[in-house]
């Protein structure tokens, strides 16, 4: 695909970096010199020095065609403006990231008055990410497929753990995994998809898929009596906190915010009166003792400098808080220090390259749109697709052991369309039909449709 990518800040870098990998041909736009002389020195991309707001710097960028154009500037007025001219140039498809809670109100509404064929938010993806955590204290990752009714949890295991030293063949036989299956094994920085003789040891980071209602029971099996988290303080009232924020009142969890900037104290006390908000630094520990950090189930530190973010995650944990979170963009800084004691890393950046990428995969394949969903895991090596089976797949008919599927793939559930989305966790005997929904996972990350999982 020829795609031009407009703003080559963090979320612009990181999705340039990523598609590029993936063969689209990308023409970057930035009116900042060292930025875009930096991003074209790391990717082997194109890019024109100047205002995606120009008519000459998108002629320049033959913006007529392109396949895809992608608003990705911190400024939400840029990004619907640049977009609204790329389309009336020609541009075929338009993508745009809106922050503004005010813009993203009422999406659909948005998305039609400006002529946008999708909106993307980084900051309320990562807070959606953060909210799922929550629920699951002791889960280091919480994503869901097939409309939320397969949740896919990432825990690490401890050596009181019941599954350690069993094999999965042995762990089914005496019924200790329940409706679920063990997707996705991380040890020593090695993942691999596990088959039944794969055996699980203390330490090892596992990724465990199902029903809701059955992760949940799974979960708690695990966690025995551990406490749930209630207590939640947040440091630093951007707009990801602000997001956050509204979502956890609407779960019933009791919200502090500490926000060391005047102004937007007032102004998010004003967005979310049902919330403390402290203006202070909540980066001082002098002021975190005042406020009785230790007090807090969980700590989630949302600042603009990553530094900080893992600092107060550090000290929060010296303090025994159960749950710490923290945004980092820059995730290389945890593997060069070796910092592990951050439960959980957030990464804006991250999430929006994910459903991104999913769109793009969609648009590629001349079938039709097939995929739903899409995250990568375990530092992006193994992907979490959530594929529509369309019309004339190879798959229909034929039994899931009778497939030849792919090397390190993996058919995890299948939602029945002809049974209003019931949840099946798949096995041997399964057979895929026309227009159910089926969660892969693989380690290949070229897939976009599901006869792409056989050889």
């Given amino acids: 695909m020829n795609i031009i990518i407009v703003g080559a800040g963090k979320v612009g870098s990181y999705l340039t970096s990523q598609l590029s990998d993936e063969g689209h041909n990308i023409l970057v736009i930035d009116k900042d010199q060292d930025v875009l002389e930096r991003l074209l020195s790391q990717n082997d991309v194109m890019g024109i020095l100047g205002d995606c707001r120009d008519l000459d710097v998108l002629d320049e960028a033959n913006v007529d065609k392109c396949d895809v154009f992608i608003a990705m500037t911190f400024d939400d007025d840029v990004n619907l403006i640049s977009s609204i001219m790329a389309k009336r140039k020609g541009a075929r498809s338009t993508i745009v990231r809106?922050?503004?809670?005010?813009?993203?109100?009422?999406?659909?509404?948005?998305?039609?008055?400006?002529?946008?064929?999708?909106?993307?938010?980084?900051?309320?993806?990562?807070?959606?990410?953060?909210?799922?955590?929550?629920?699951?204290?002791?889960?280091?990752?919480?994503?869901?497929?097939?409309?939320?009714?397969?949740?896919?949890?990432?825990?690490?295991?401890?050596?009181?753990?019941?599954?350690?030293?069993?094999?999965?063949?042995?762990?089914?036989?005496?019924?200790?995994?329940?409706?679920?299956?063990?997707?996705?094994?991380?040890?020593?920085?090695?993942?691999?998809?596990?088959?039944?003789?794969?055996?699980l040891e203390v330490g090892e980071k596992i990724?465990?898929?199902?029903?809701?209602?059955?992760?949940?029971?799974f979960y708690k099996s695990q966690v025995d009596s551990k406490k749930n988290i209630k207590d939640?303080?947040?440091?630093?009232?951007?707009?990801?906190?602000?997001?956050?924020?509204?979502?956890?009142l609407k779960r019933n969890f009791a919200v502090t915010v500490l926000e060391n900037n005047k102004k937007k104290a007032i102004e998010f006390s004003e967005s979310v009166p049902d919330c403390d908000v402290i203006n202070a630094d909540g980066t001082d520990p002098e002021i975190l003792d005042e406020v009785g950090v230790e007090n807090y189930d969980a700590v989630v530190s949302l600042t603009g400098i990553d530094e900080e973010n893992i600092l107060i995650s550090l000290l929060a944990k010296k303090c025994g808080i159960e749950k710490t979170i923290a945004k980092v963009n820059r995730t290389q800084l945890l593997r060069i220090t070796g910092i592990l004691d951050v439960d959980t890393t957030v990464t804006p950046?991250?999430?929006?390259?994910?459903?991104?990428?999913?769109?793009?995969?969609?648009?590629?394949?001349?079938?039709?749109?097939?995929?739903?969903?899409?995250?990568?895991?375990?530092?992006?090596?193994?992907?979490?697709?959530?594929?529509?089976?369309?019309?004339?797949?190879?798959?229909?008919?034929?039994?899931?052991?009778?497939?030849?599927?792919?090397?390190?793939?993996?058919?995890?559930?299948?939602?029945?369309?002809?049974?209003?989305?019931?949840?099946?966790?798949?096995?041997?005997?399964?057979?895929?039909?026309?227009?159910?929904?089926?969660?892969?996972?693989?380690?290949?990350?070229d897939f976009t449709e599901i006869d792409d999982i056989l050889e």
Avoid: W
């Avoid at 995250?375 to 008919?397: C, H, M, P, Q, W």
């Fill in 349 to 445: 950046k991250k999430s929006a390259s994910f459903y991104v990428s999913r769109l793009l995969r969609s648009k590629e394949n001349s079938r039709g749109e097939s995929i739903s969903n899409l995250y990568r895991l375990s530092d992006d090596r193994v992907e979490a697709i959530d594929f529509t089976v369309i019309e004339n797949s190879k798959l229909t008919g034929i039994r899931l052991k009778d497939l030849n599927l792919k090397s390190n793939t993996l058919i995890v559930c299948i939602s029945r369309k002809d049974l209003g989305g019931k949840i099946e966790v798949a096995n041997g005997e399964s057979v895929i039909k026309l227009g159910d929904r089926v969660m892969v996972i693989t380690k290949h990350k």
């Fill in 232 to 248: 939640v303080l947040i440091i630093g009232g951007g707009s990801i906190a602000i997001y956050l924020t509204k979502l956890l």
């Fill in 98 to 199: 809106l922050r503004d809670p005010r813009y993203i109100k009422d999406q659909e509404f948005m998305r039609k008055a400006m002529e946008v064929d999708r909106l993307v938010n980084p900051e309320f993806f990562a807070a959606k990410e953060i909210q799922r955590t929550l629920k699951y204290t002791y889960a280091v990752n919480v994503e869901n497929f097939l409309n939320s009714k397969v949740i896919l949890i990432e825990l690490e295991l401890d050596r009181n753990s019941k599954l350690i030293n069993k094999s999965l063949m042995d762990l089914n036989k005496e019924g200790l995994l329940g409706n679920i299956i063990i997707a996705i094994g991380e040890k020593d920085d090695q993942v691999v998809i596990p088959n039944g003789s794969h055996i």
């Fill in 207 to 217: 990724y465990v898929a199902g029903p809701r209602e059955d992760i949940d029971k």
